[in-house]
T-cell receptor, first 117, second 114 residues
Framework: DTGVSQDPRHKITKRGQNVTFRCDPI?????LYWYRQTLGQGPEFLTY????????KSRLLSDRFSAERPKGSFSTLEIQRTEQGDSAMYLC???????????????FGDGTRLSIL | AQKITQTQPGMFVQEKEAVTLDCTYD???????LFWYKQPSSGEMIFLIY??????QNATEGRYSLNFQKARKSANLVISASQLGDSAMYFC???????????FGTGTSLTVIP
């Protein structure tokens, strides 16, 4: 169990630029989640994948945000035309939900901290 | 609407004492799960304990126990024999059987005093 890996750890970019984050879940985990966390707040759900299928998207996920999990393994989260309000920590989590579904605890990565100048 | 409420922004506890962190939730789903996570200053989210809505007994994991009162829709975390390393943010979260979203509260910052 090597844990959930996120890359990069930090990203600083100018407003209007596009950014892409990567998440490598624990290898046998079929469920993958993306969250956004701002200072002093709990994680806010963004989207959920079961294997390669994106089954849930939050209303927080505007059309500037897109996520993929092409082969049911790693996932990418892209933000186009970044805005100041996108500055946050982006967390990825995975779980093995085959037996217990949503009851399975999620394992989180260390996150990607995005700063928009 | 689904919602998690943590009303204690900050809590202090003396080392070796017990502390209760409050969590209330709002859902109309009959099947749901409640989770507690710890987030130290280093930032990683660490799973602590899980309680299912149909579980008859309160969950326990080492020094962590969950005081689940279904009728009151509360799922309070009890940490016994607090240690300095317990100082962190604590988040209550809920997942439902009818959807794939998870909802987190705003967290409680716990400080353990030597």
């Amino acid at each position: 169990d090597t844990g959930v890996s996120q890359d990069p750890r930090h990203k600083i970019t100018k407003r209007g630029q596009n950014v892409t984050f990567r998440c490598d879940p624990i290898s046998e985990h079929n469920r993958l989640y993306w969250y956004r966390q701002t200072l002093g707040q709990g994680p806010e759900f963004l989207t959920y994948f079961q294997n390669e299928a994106q089954l849930e998207k939050s209303r927080l996920l505007s059309d500037r945000f897109s996520a993929e999990r092409p082969k049911g393994s790693f996932s990418t989260l892209e933000i186009q035309r970044t805005e100041q309000g996108d500055s946050a920590m982006y967390l990825c989590a995975s779980s093995n939900g085959r037996d217990r579904g949503f009851r399975t605890p999620q394992h989180f990565g260390d996150g990607t901290r995005l700063s928009i100048l | 609407a689904q919602k998690i409420t943590q009303t204690q922004p900050g809590m202090f506890v003396q080392e070796k004492e017990a502390v209760t962190l409050d969590c209330t939730y709002d859902t109309s789903d009959p099947s749901y799960g409640l989770f507690w996570y710890k987030q130290p200053s280093s930032g990683e989210m660490i799973f602590l304990i899980y309680q299912g809505s149909y579980d008859q007994q309160n969950a326990t994991e080492g020094r962590y126990s969950l005081n689940f009162q279904k009728a009151r829709k509360s799922a309070n975390l009890v940490i016994s024999a607090s240690q300095l390393g317990d100082s962190a943010m604590y988040f209550c979260a809920m997942g439902r059987n009818t959807g794939n979203q998870f909802y987190f509260g705003t967290g409680t910052s716990l400080t353990v005093i030597p």
